[in-house]
T-cell receptor
Framework: EAGVAQSPRYKIIEKRQSVAFWCNPI?????LYWYQQILGQGPKLLIQ????????DSQLPKDRFSAERLKGVDSTLKIQPAKLEDSAVYLC????????????FGDGTRLSIL | AQTVTQSQPEMSVQEAETVTLSCTYD???????LFWYKQPPSRQMILVIR??????QNATENRFSVNFQKAAKSFSLKISDSQLGDAAMYFC????????????FGTGTRLQVFP
């Protein structure tokens, strides 16, 4: 089966600019996650979708980050305006949605803010 | 809130030898899942092994096995017959069995494998 697809792989922008990341989960996976992985740290959940509804966005900086999941399939994560501390790898993951099912990760998007 | 601690930032092992990576966690929940994920440089994170807290038997996947000590809240990963391809960052992760299935990760252990 095809894995979780993410684009772009790399993005370099200046602070205060905006950026968007795209994720296509594994076919049939109801649950989609966006994680932020800062260098030297483990990934931290930003937002979780169940189909096209938000389950958990408690750690999403809502003043600058937004995310949507269109028709319960693809998802986009946007940052506007970007800050230096947003430099990180943004990982998308998907799962079947039952708690004993593993999450499958994409390759991630590495974001550098100048 | 649950936390996951990996106290070994880096470990090294020689090819064909055995290495153990440590992980401790803190939770007040009685039912949960524990995972080890492997993240090679610039490549995607993949699941190595998982353990259900209600199972007393330690999980095993080929050369990978865990030592799950629920009372001590310890979850170590043993890699036997280490191979060059095992070199990567290894993350220990916790997931509640209740109202959320987000993963809570430790800070990772970088494993180097020497020929």
């Amino acid at each position: 089966e095809a894995g979780v697809a993410q684009s772009p792989r790399y993005k370099i922008i200046e602070k205060r600019q905006s950026v968007a990341f795209w994720c296509n989960p594994i076919s049939g996976h109801a649950t989609l996650y966006w994680y932020q992985q800062i260098l030297g740290q483990g990934p931290k959940l930003l937002i979780q979708f169940q189909n096209n509804g938000v389950v958990d966005d408690s750690q999403l900086p809502k003043d600058r980050f937004s995310a949507e999941r269109l028709k319960g399939v693809d998802s986009t994560l946007k940052i506007q305006p970007a800050k230096l501390e947003d430099s990180a790898v943004y990982l998308c993951a998907s799962s079947l949605g039952r708690s004993n099912q593993p999450q499958h990760f994409g390759d991630g998007t590495r974001l550098s803010i100048l | 809130a649950q936390t996951v601690t990996q106290s070994q930032p880096e470990m090294s092992v020689q090819e064909a030898e055995t290495v153990t990576l440590s992980c401790t966690y803190d939770t007040s929940e009685s039912d949960y899942y524990l995972f080890w994920y492997k993240q090679p440089p610039s490549r995607q994170m993949i699941l190595v092994i998982r353990q259900e807290a209600y199972k007393q038997q330690n999980a095993t996947e080929n050369r990978f096995s865990v030592n799950f000590q629920k009372a001590a809240k310890s979850f170590s990963l043993k890699i036997s017959d280490s191979q060059l391809g095992d070199a990567a960052m290894y993350f220990c992760a916790y997931r509640s069995a209740y109202n959320t299935d987000k993963l809570i990760f430790g800070t990772g252990t970088r494993l180097q494998v020497f020929p």
